[in-house]
C-alpha cells in the first residue's frame, strides 16, 4: 500500500507564503492525479487543488491566483505554494488522489493569523 506525508505547515502572518510537500512511498505520480484537500475547524473537508499526470490543474476558486501545485515524479513528492494567505486558508491540509483512494495520511497544520 501507498503511504502519504505531508510537511510544511506552520504559523503565518495574513499576506505570507507557505510551501507544503506530499511524499509518497511509491513511485505513483506518473499513473494518477495527485490533490491537495483541507479541512477547516467546523467545516467538511474540501479539494484545494490538483494535477494530472499530464500536468493539467484544477484550483478551487478560493485560492486560484494564490496557490500553484506542481509534481516531481522522480521524487514521488507533490507541492502545494501557498502566496498570499489569508486567515480562511486555516486548516489542516491533507495530500491524496484526486478520488482520494489512499489512506489519509497525518495532514499539516496551516494556520494563518489576522
Known amino acids: 500500500q501507498v503511504q502519504l506525508v505531508e510537511s510544511g505547515g506552520g504559523l503565518v502572518q495574513a499576506g505570507g507564503s507557505l510551501r507544503l510537500s506530499c511524499a509518497a512511498s511509491r513511485n505513483i505520480f506518473a499513473v494518477y492525479s495527485m490533490a491537495w484537500f483541507r479541512q477547516a475547524p467546523g467545516k467538511q473537508r474540501e479539494l484545494v487543488t490538483s494535477?494530472?499526470?499530464?500536468?493539467?490543474?484544477y484550483y478551487a476558486s478560493s485560492v486560484k491566483g494564490r496557490f500553484t501545485i506542481s509534481r516531481d515524479n522522480a521524487k514521488n513528492t507533490v507541492d502545494l505554494q501557498m502566496n498570499s494567505l489569508k486567515p480562511e486558508d486555516t486548516a489542516v491540509y491533507y495530500c491524496?488522489?484526486?478520488?482520494?483512494?489512499?489512506?489519509w495520511g497525518q495532514g499539516t497544520q496551516v494556520t494563518v493569523s489576522s
Open positions: 491524496n488522489t484526486a478520488a482520494a483512494q489512499l489512506r
Open positions: 494535477i494530472t499526470p499530464e500536468s493539467n490543474t
